[in-house]
Antibody
Framework: EVQLVESGGGLVQPGRSLKLSCLAS????????MNWIRQAPGKGLEWVAS????????YYADTVKGRFTISRDNAKNTLYLQMTSLRSEDTALYYC??????????????WGQGVMVTVSS | ETVMTQSPTSMSTSIGERVTLNCKAS??????VDWYQQTPGQSPKLLIY???NRHTGVPDRFTGSGFGRDFTLTISNMEAEDLAVYYC?????????FGGGTKLELK
């Protein structure tokens, strides 16, 4: 069974840093691209960042570029999101999601339960 | 950035009704659109990928269609478990962008 379990969230002051982790199991982690997607309280979904299976391709939303860094450790089956210079608008539930590529289409077929990040003084 | 605009933002429906949700891209994205369903307190679930391909296990009452800028998700026979927020996502260009969502409620 595919499982994605996020951790590392919490309450952090503006300007500080936080690192999220997503532990994957039930599939060959090194074969899949992975993504972070967030959802502010009561709001919609926002794609944050993606990383290819071998870390060769990395992309970010403009809202986090230069502040967030996505990375992965295939030996540990773990995806990371290092967040720096946090702002109140980064307050959200952060999901990690597996990316599948099939018949020319990309999609997020498995999602974690999410981890809450609250940026407040 | 490709902006995805969903309409309506909310809709009151009845069980058994046919429901049509719309998603419009600010520029052509080909067929590079997915649809996700999010029920309260749950993570989003994939319904449709590549504009019209139903994901494994998704009931056949869900149908996706469209190409270019205009996309539609149709629920042919609304069931209570379909009360949720639905999001479209384009992956034709970076950044990937979600629509703002359409919330389905009971009349």
């Amino acid at each position: 069974e595919v499982q994605l379990v996020e951790s590392g969230g919490g309450l952090v002051q503006p300007g500080r840093s936080l690192k999220l982790s997503c532990l994957a199991s039930g599939f060959t982690f090194s074969n899949y691209g992975m993504n972070w997607i967030r959802q502010a309280p009561g709001k919609g979904l926002e794609w944050v960042a993606s990383i290819s299976s071998s870390s060769s391709y990395i992309y970010y939303a403009d809202t986090v570029k230069g502040r967030f860094t996505i990375s992965r450790d295939n030996a540990k089956n773990t995806l990371y999101l290092q967040m720096t210079s946090l702002r109140s608008e980064d307050t959200a539930l952060y999901y990690c999601a597996r990316e599948e590529f099939n018949y020319g289409s990309y999609y997020f077929d498995y999602w974690g339960q999410g981890v809450m990040v609250t940026v407040s003084s | 950035e490709t902006v995805m605009t969903q309409s309506p933002t909310s809709m009151s429906t009845s069980i058994g009704e046919r429901v049509t949700l719309n998603c419009k891209a600010s520029q052509s994205v080909g067929i590079n659109v997915d649809w996700y369903q999010q029920t309260p307190g749950q993570s989003p679930k994939l319904l449709i990928y590549g504009a019209s391909n139903r994901h494994t296990g998704v009931p056949d009452r869900f149908t996706g269609s469209g190409f270019g800028r205009d996309f539609t998700l149709t629920i042919s026979n609304m069931e209570a478990e379909d009360l949720a927020v639905y999001y479209c996502l384009q992956y034709g260009s970076i950044p990937r962008t979600f629509g703002g969502g359409t919330k389905l409620e009971l009349k």
